[in-house]
Every structure is written in structure tokens, then in C-alpha cells.
Nanobody, 126 residues
Framework: VQLQACGGGLVQPGGSLRLSCVAS????????MAWYRQAPGKQREVVATVTRGGLITYADNVKGRFTISRDNSKKMVYLQMNSLKPEDTAVYYC?????????????????????WGKGTQVTVSS
């Protein structure tokens, strides 16, 4: 099981970016998906979460600017970021908590573990 995130980059204040993340492997079910971020010298913080059923939460400092969504059939999660601010600068990580997959011997496994992508850098600067 791997998570691959992309879409980061350099953007001016007020600009927009869209992050994408795909869960790959012999996966048959993905539970909660989320985006976290970590700015230099700070702890990793949750940005937004979405359950398999579509329940969504946002951190207070991104409400109204960021939108999380997911495509269960593609095992993907997205983060649309608008009205970006310099304080949004961070490495953004996608996260999956809980999934089902088949082993190499075709045995189904259901786990509540956390899986993390490698992160994608978002820099907001003029």
C-alpha cells in the first residue's frame, strides 16, 4: 500500500492550488482520508478530513478557503486550496486511516492503521 501525493508548488498570495493523492496497491476499501501539513519548526497539523461516507471536517484556519473531496472508485483524495496565504506554506501530507487490501496470497486484510504519503511542498510567497 502506497500513498502518492502531487500538486504542490509555488503560488502567490491569493492564488489557488489543487492537491491530489492516490492510494495504490491491492486495496478494496479505504476508510478515512485526510490532509495534514507541517510548516518549518512546527508540528504536523490536520487540515481536513473526509470519511468514506462523506463526512467532512476542516481546521478553523482553512474553513471557507479549502475544500476536501474524494473519489472512492479511484481511491483518491483531493484538496482544493483557494485564497492561499503565506501561512499556508508547508509540506502537505495525505493520510489514510483504515483500509482493506489483499495480500500477495489473495488474503483479505482489514486494518485500522495510518498510512502516509511522502508529502508535497506548498509555498505561498510573492
Amino acid at each position: 500500500v502506497q500513498l502518492q501525493a502531487c500538486g504542490g508548488g509555488l503560488v502567490q498570495p491569493g492564488g489557488s492550488l489543487r492537491l491530489s493523492c492516490v492510494a495504490s496497491g491491492r486495496i478494496f476499501n479505504v476508510d478515512d482520508m485526510a490532509w495534514y501539513r507541517q510548516a518549518p519548526g512546527k508540528q504536523r497539523e490536520v487540515v481536513a478530513t473526509v470519511t468514506r461516507g462523506g463526512l467532512i471536517t476542516y481546521a478553523d484556519n482553512v474553513k471557507g478557503r479549502f475544500t476536501i473531496s474524494r473519489d472512492n472508485s479511484k481511491k483518491m483524495v483531493y484538496l482544493q486550496m483557494n485564497s492561499l496565504k503565506p501561512e499556508d506554506t508547508a509540506v502537505y501530507y495525505c493520510n489514510v486511516k483504515g483500509l482493506g487490501y489483499y495480500t500477495e496470497h489473495d488474503v483479505p486484510v482489514v486494518t485500522g492503521e495510518n498510512y502516509w504519503g511522502k508529502g508535497t511542498q506548498v509555498t505561498v510567497s510573492s
